[in-house]
């Protein structure tokens, strides 16, 4: 576990890094004391999952492991707050979970959010009409 803990940390300080304007991966690496290739291979574990232990555990619970060994890391690397870099990782987090097979309400219940929230994030911000606004447009523009 205390490698898990070392990526999410690793992870971390490249978001921080990657929104300055000064960023240098050279300097990053420097800092974290790591070579470019373990940052490399970090960066791609946390953002797209540890595909071997994620093979080996699909065999007992899908989605929990899915949640384990591909989202959990990234998730927990998010920065606490309200800006907009954190919206738009988590918009990103959603949709892809989505895709992966995840139901509004479990993605709901293990990023701790509102179901209307994360099928808003899902869907954007499209508007549905009702199939009585269809009907009730077409007749004003009948009737005009």
């Not at 205390?2 to 940390?9: H, R, T, Y």
């Not at 707050?81 to 479990?106: A, C, N, P, S, T």
């Not at 911000?125 to 606004?133: A, I």
């Amino acid at each position: 576990m205390k490698n898990a803990i070392n990526e999410v940390e690793v992870y971390k300080a490249y978001l921080r890094a990657k929104g300055t304007k000064n960023y240098s991966v050279v300097a990053l690496c420097e800092r974290l004391r790591v070579t470019r290739s373990v940052l490399y291979e970090v960066v791609k574990r946390v953002e797209q999952g540890d595909e071997i232990q994620l093979e080996r555990c699909l065999m007992k619970h899908k989605y929990d492991c899915i949640w384990k060994h591909r989202y959990f890391r990234r998730f927990s690397s998010f920065s606490e707050g309200k800006g907009e870099g954190y919206k738009q990782q988590l918009k990103k987090l959603i949709k892809d979970m989505h895709k992966d097979g995840f139901g509004v309400r479990d993605i709901a219940r293990r990023v701790s959010l509102d179901p209307s929230t994360v099928s808003y994030h899902i869907n954007g911000s499209k508007v549905y009409r009702t199939r009585g606004s269809k009907v009730r447009q077409r007749s004003l523009i009948f009737e005009g």
